[in-house]
Nanobody, 123 residues
Framework: QLQLVESGGGLVQPGESLTLSCAASGRNYAIGWFRQAPGKEREGVSCISSRGGNTYYADSVKGRFTISRDNANNTVYLQMDSLKPEDTAIYYC???????????????????WGQGTQVTVSS
């Protein structure tokens, strides 16, 4: 069973930056970032393929967020710039089954989930 641990959440003001980390107990999994705000459905934010060659972003974060990975350290990062109040949510990282290497922004494609980390953007 793969274990995922998110970290790096916190409180920031609009326009500031924050970087989230997802530490995995195994290597070379396709990883996605998802978020959920109170009273709203979970939405896909970004994902990266098992080797990092392909990435995708939701339209709402395109141009502001950057996903990357360090396979030697089994860690995936989400750099969030120009943060907006609507980015406030609990952010989760998730992994696909090991035989699936491609990146897709669909939560049904992921089977391993972290505990989440809170991101709050407010003045």
């Amino acid at each position: 069973q793969l274990q995922l641990v998110e970290s790096g959440g916190g409180l920031v003001q609009p326009g500031e930056s924050l970087t989230l980390s997802c530490a995995a107990s195994g290597r070379n999994y396709a990883i996605g970032w998802f978020r959920q705000a109170p009273g709203k459905e979970r939405e896909g934010v970004s994902c990266i393929s098992s080797r990092g060659g392909n990435t995708y972003y939701a339209d709402s974060v395109k141009g502001r967020f950057t996903i990357s990975r360090d396979n030697a350290n089994n860690t995936v990062y989400l750099q969030m710039d120009s943060l907006k109040p609507e980015d406030t949510a609990i952010y989760y990282c998730a992994a696909r089954k090991p035989q699936f290497n491609l990146c897709v922004l669909r939560d049904q494609a992921y089977v391993y989930w972290g505990q989440g980390t809170q991101v709050t953007v407010s003045s």
